[in-house]
């Protein structure tokens, strides 16, 4: 399949191994609700959903392992970590963001390669997986933890494990959907997903620093209007441009 290549296996396993999870953890935590008695029923006495589980996460673990090379080991790897790194830039942004939001501002400030929003969700990305795995490892092991440590240990990894998986859930169904899907700038879809590419208007509102050389290159070869020319009517129709933030770039984020 095209759109499977060497730099979307990552995305692609990230996405559907975090859809297993949420569905098995939840399943194994509320195995009488209405979604999934169904499923408890049909597996009967197989323990299917803590099974699915386990592989699902060894699929996260290992994609989060694989991330975590690329960026140690690869000059792009880590350039591109460099540019992930938050800075104080980071922080006024966001406030002149929120200024121009609420109506104090004309402008939205020019941001960086990824801008301080991208850098939140991705740190958080980190965050959320290394204290899943740390604590879904603790629960894995339960028979080698019982062994050595206190059970209020093992509790304290289940509460945890439980609260970060409900706190990771709603970040990516209320916070990133809205980012790649309800924002009305980029419904139904974000495509940089499957495409690597971003719409051109998208480019010179979001990108503005590194991106102007590009668009500037463009518009020079006549792949998109001039900054000067009125806008389509329909601008998400503008032809789509590569740009710095590079097609897998933006898409490592796993
Ligand atoms: C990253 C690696 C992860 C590992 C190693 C892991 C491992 C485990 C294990 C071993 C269990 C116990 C299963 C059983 O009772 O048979 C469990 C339970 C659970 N997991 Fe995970 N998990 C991981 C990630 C996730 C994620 C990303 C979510 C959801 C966002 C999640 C949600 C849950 C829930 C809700 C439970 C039930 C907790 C409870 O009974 O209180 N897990 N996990």
Known sequence: MKLIRPGKKKTLALLVSFILLVITGFALKFPESFWAAPLVRWEKDFPLRGLVHRIAAAVLMGAAVYHAMYLIAMKSGRQWLRAMLPTVKDVRDSVETLGYNLGYRRRTPSYPKFNYAEKAEYWALVWGTLVMAATGIVLWAHNLMLEYYPKWVMDVATAIHYYEA?????????????????????????????????????????????????????????????????????????????????????????
């Open 166 to 254: 409900i706190l990771a859930t709603l970040a990516i169904v209320v916070w990133h959907f809205y980012a790649v899907i309800f924002d009305p700038d980029v419904y139904p879809l974000k495509w940089t997903v499957l495409t690597g590419r971003a719409p051109a208007h998208e480019v010179r509102e979001e990108e503005t620093e590194p991106a102007s050389a590009a668009v500037e290159l463009a518009q020079a070869s006549g792949v998109v209007p001039p900054a000067s020319a009125p806008e389509p009517a329909n601008s998400a129709n503008v032809e789509a441009v590569d740009v710095p933030v590079a097609p897998t770039d933006k898409q490592c984020v796993n």
